[in-house]
């Protein structure tokens, strides 16, 4: 393997957090703000890019268009590399930034490559390339959610990704087809044809409230989707901000406005 070989544990169930165990000299790569806590031992070094042999091959050049592909898609120029420099086993551990589900990934087990949404990655074993997937197609650019550029992780290692609300994973067959709201399309294998189809009917183009474009899958391979996207969950309280001002109306209650002035709020 190119990669390191790393064991691991996750725990909690709707804000979870994945525990890796280090062997001496083994390192994991992480995206910034993802650290949760560390044992004596392990070291922190900030890299340029992942890490990974195909970002060393590269050159100085080629590192620097890498960095600058990252910066498009709102990411860091740099990792954290997490590496146990002492004896006997170590752990580190990453949390998820919002409620949902953090999904392991064997790439070895996986075809060597995971497309995913851009903000899904969480951290993995030094030697797992995490690269930028642009999409070849205008439609899938502009409506697809995501935009032209996606997240991609190769190589033979274990990843992990973390994605909102609960994950179902489904395996398509050969010419097997599904379709899935943009938002809550997590990741697919490298064999995954992936294309945007628009909702039929003006009716449902108009009234609809699904949006007007889905994402169409076709099989053969692996997809994962996600129950809460975070654009859908942030939209949710920036509306909850604006309806509400900050403070509660009483929702729920038999009294209503008249509790919350008899609370002081109404005075």
């Known amino acids: 393997m190119n990669s390191h070989e790393i064991d691991y544990e996750i ?9 890796i165990e280090l062997d001496p000299y083994e390192t994991v790569i992480a995206e910034s703000g993802s650290f949760m ?3 004596p031992d392990i070291e922190l070094s900030t890299i340029f890019g992942d890490g990974s042999h195909q970002e060393e091959n590269k050159g100085l050049w080629g590192k620097v268009m890498s960095a600058g592909k990252r910066l ?3 990411e860091s120029l740099f990792m954290t590399a997490f590496t ?6 170590r752990k580190v551990s990453f949390a998820s930034p919002y409620p949902g589900k953090i999904i392991p990934l064997d790439l070895s087990a996986l075809e060597g490559k995971i497309i995913c949404q851009k903000d899904a990655f969480l951290c993995a074993a030094k030697g797992v390339s995490v690269g930028i997937e642009f999409s070849q197609k205008l439609g899938r650019g502009f409506f697809g959610g995501e935009g032209f550029i996606m997240q991609k992780l190769e190589g033979d290692g274990l990843a992990f990704v973390h994605a909102g609300g609960h994950v179902v994973e489904r395996e398509l067959q050969i010419g097997e087809v599904m379709r899935v709201d943009t938002g809550c399309l997590v990741g697919f294998t490298r ?4 294309d945007i189809e628009m909702v039929k ?4 183009m108009i009234f609809g409230g699904e949006g007007l474009f889905y994402a169409r899958l076709e099989g053969p391979g692996k997809v994962w989707i996600q129950t809460l996207p975070f ?7 920036m509306a909850a901000s604006r309806r509400y001002g900050g403070k509660s109306k009483g929702e729920g209650s038999i009294l209503g406005g008249l509790g919350d002035m008899l609370d002081g709020d109404g005075w």
């Not at 009917?201 to 449902?204: F, I």
């Open 37 to 39: 806590m560390m044992d």
């Open 231 to 237: 654009s859908r969950l942030a939209d949710r309280m």
């Open 201 to 204: 009917g003006v009716r449902n």
């Open 191 to 194: 064999y995954v044809n992936y």
């Open 11 to 19: 725990f909690g169930e709707e804000m979870q957090f994945v525990e």
């Open 72 to 74: 498009l898609t709102g």
């Open 84 to 89: 146990h420099a002492g004896s006997g086993k």
